[in-house]
């Protein structure tokens, strides 16, 4: 198959020269938010590389995540960072960056990943969801339309994404004949390290930076990224969520219908509690 390197969109098609600055400069909760995506995804290339050492001798998987997603990754930090930067250039994002990376980076190891192939790629479907529901809740939050179109741009990149980490899934489930209990287990676990580590570490790195004088300060930093958290929980989109979550289970269509209104009262909390 030809997995040449070409994107979807690129960073050359958004015109930062119109930004509309007014509408969202003062607005320190959608800075605490955009910046501190654009050090997760900024990172992806680590990831990427201990994905196609885990799937090592799947040529095609491989390929995709090297020339397909790798790529879409780093041009969606790339493109959050330079938004951060126009909007706010005082904001050393450079090193902010850095401190997270020293942080992060130490969590993206291959032992974090699941043992069993198929596993990875269900928590990899979880990954997605919540990066395909959190740029949907930015797109639904902005109204600067410039931020719109990259946050659905994005979007769409992760939706997309989690498709083809599905189809992978769908073939290692019947290559090591998983379990459902075996594939929520590792919904969960992903789930679980998403909201404790990622989301978490990013935000206390933005914060750490803008505000260097309450460095580790747990109840100041609650107070300036609490209200930030809270909006985003407040535009998660609950009832695509939790499809996405558990399509993995493969679970019988009444017994899925029956589960995805209650669940999609409390999804908000699988990913910001």
Known sequence: MDYSPAL??????LNFAEIDIARVRHDEHLFLLLCSASFVESGSDLYTHNLIEHFDGDLELQAWLREHWEHEELQHGRALAAYVQHVWPEFDWESGFKAF????????TNEQLEPSRGLELAARCVVETGTA???RALNDIVDEPVLKQLTSHIKSDEVRHYKHFYQ??????EQERLGRYKVFRAIVRRVN????????IALRHVFNQCYPQYKDDKAQFQKVAGPAQALLRRHIPAEMTVKMLLKPLDLP????????KPLARISERLFLQ
């Open 168 to 173: 992978a899934f769908q073939r290692y489930r």
């Open 133 to 135: 529901s959190l740029y």
């Open 253 to 260: 269509p009444r017994l899925q219908q029956t589960l995805e």
């Open 8 to 13: 979807p969109w690129t960073l050359e098609s």
């Open 101 to 108: 990376w020293n942080d992060y980076g130490a969590l993206c």
């Open 193 to 200: 390290e998403i909201r404790n580590e990622d989301s978490d």
